[in-house]
């Protein structure tokens, strides 16, 4: 049975990178990049690794099984009929959004993007769009970010690779700032069988420089779906970057992403990952602190009824002086859900003088709602400030009947209260009509 149960796992993995092999690069220019040797090196780990099962330390909490039963397929090009207007977008005025990068199933769709044909007045030199059309003196930059992944270390980022045909590409070149946020919008949309899409997004903010982004997954159709997504982000010295990274897709979709963000000297990185959507969910959050004077601060919310799994590990490394990182995790599950965070923070012997804190805060609104949360640090320097902790509540019996004594009925004290456990993470975002939808999905949850 064992034997058995190991053979699925090893003829699903084989079954998808022999269709993401057959992937085309987008175009000549990705020979440039040395795509072609990346996906081969990939395609190799792959193959040799073991698909994650509970007995995995790393995905203990976290199922997959279910994944092995759908025969996924793997859209060859971007072949669609999805407009615009068919998408939920997350703000109510679309013009709020004017920079907007589109990618149907991993796949760039200029049709639906407005990047490039965007006229805006005293719009600085930036470069958004995708990787066949990055200028030519930005692809060296490019080609440093897209090496990072020729020695392979994780099943999931390799598969992901493995498929690189093209990528959402963000350059800021150094000491410029767009203070219009940037708009990525990654659709799944399921054809007439399950589908797999693997988005690749890469995020070079270049001395000095400032960006806002808006990591954005959705989907259309009812189909199950596979999305396997990899960020890479680069901060460089004195630059400052704000990313939302927003996962609302149907709940036939299993979503997992990862984000790995490298940060120079006297950097700052924010991000705001709200997870809300999902059958289930995995969020591999890595920030890797590369100078000292960096600052990191991640803000994460989780949503999770009915049967939904959502599950996020994150990793802050310090590995030079004077470093500060503050993160704060809060999830809310309900119904039979279960949200699970592990977060760690490694401060390695150089990494003197370090400040970090971490919390994770997590309301229960069910009896048969389960979470499981591990704040975790490692320390050897010995001057360093840390904190963590965990706290798990439910809505309290006293508050509900202050809200009722007022006139409220129940459902809408209860919404209420835990509109107020969101909204710590919610106004953070630098998007007021963000937040704003955001609000309304969790009461809508509710």
Not at 65 to 78: A, D, K, R, T
Not at 167 to 186: D, G, R, T
């Amino acid at each position: 049975m064992i034997n058995t149960q190991v053979a699925t796992r090893e003829m699903f993995l084989a079954d998808l990178v022999n269709q993401c092999s057959k992937l085309e690069v987008a175009n000549s220019k990705g020979s440039a990049y040395g795509l072609q040797d990346l996906r081969d090196a990939a395609t190799e780990y792959v193959l040799a690794a073991s698909f994650p099962t509970v007995r995995d330390e790393e995905w203990r909490f976290t199922d997959l099984s279910s994944m092995l039963q759908v025969p996924f397929h793997v859209p060859q090009s971007y072949q669609s009929t999805v407009k615009l207007a068919d998408i939920v977008m997350p703000v109510k005025n679309r013009d709020d959004l004017p920079l907007r990068l589109v990618f149907v199933n991993g796949f760039y769709a200029p049709d639906l993007s407005t990047v490039e044909s965007a006229v805006l007045p005293n719009l600085p030199d930036f470069y958004a769009g995708n990787l066949s059309n990055v200028p030519e003196k930005y692809r060296s930059r490019i080609t440093d970010v897209l090496s990072k992944h020729s020695q392979p270390t994780e099943v999931f980022t390799a598969l992901n690779t493995a498929g690189l045909a093209d990528s959402a590409v963000v350059f800021v070149p150094a000491n410029v700032s767009v203070e219009m946020p940037i708009h990525l919008l990654f659709l799944t949309a399921p054809g007439a069988s399950a589908t797999m899409c693997q988005p690749h997004c890469s995020i070079i903010a270049e001395a000095g420089s400032k960006v806002t982004l808006i990591e954005d997954y959705t989907t259309i159709g009812n189909l199950p779906a596979f999305t396997n997504a990899v960020t890479d982000v680069f901060v460089g010295e004195n630059a400052t970057v704000n990313h939302v990274r927003l996962q609302r897709e149907t709940l036939n979709v299993v979503h997992i992403g990862k984000s790995a963000i490298e940060q120079s000297r006297n950097s700052s990185y924010t991000c705001h990952a709200i997870s809300l959507g999902g059958k289930i969910s995995r969020h591999n959050l890595e920030v890797f602190q590369r100078g000292e004077g960096t600052e990191t601060n991640l803000n994460g919310l989780t949503v999770a009824f009915g049967e939904q799994l959502a599950d996020t590990h994150s990793l802050i490394d310090f590995n030079h002086p004077h470093g500060t990182s503050k993160q704060l995790h809060k999830c809310i599950v309900g119904n039979k859900a279960r949200a699970v965070f592990n977060g760690k923070v490694f401060v390695r012997k150089a990494a003197q003088l370090t400040d970090a804190g971490q919390l994770s805060r997590n309301l229960l609104l069910s009896p048969r709602a389960r979470v499981d949360t591990k704040p975790q640090l490692e320390i050897v320097a010995d001057n360093v400030k840390c904190s963590h902790g965990a706290t798990v509540s439910q809505l309290e019996d006293d508050e509900l009947f202050y809200l009722q004594s007022r006139g409220l009925n129940l459902e809408r004290s209860r919404y209420l209260l835990i509109d107020a456990f969101a909204a710590e993470i919610l106004n953070m975002l630098p998007i007021i009509g963000v937040a704003k939808m955001l609000s309304t999905c969790v009461a809508v949850q509710e």
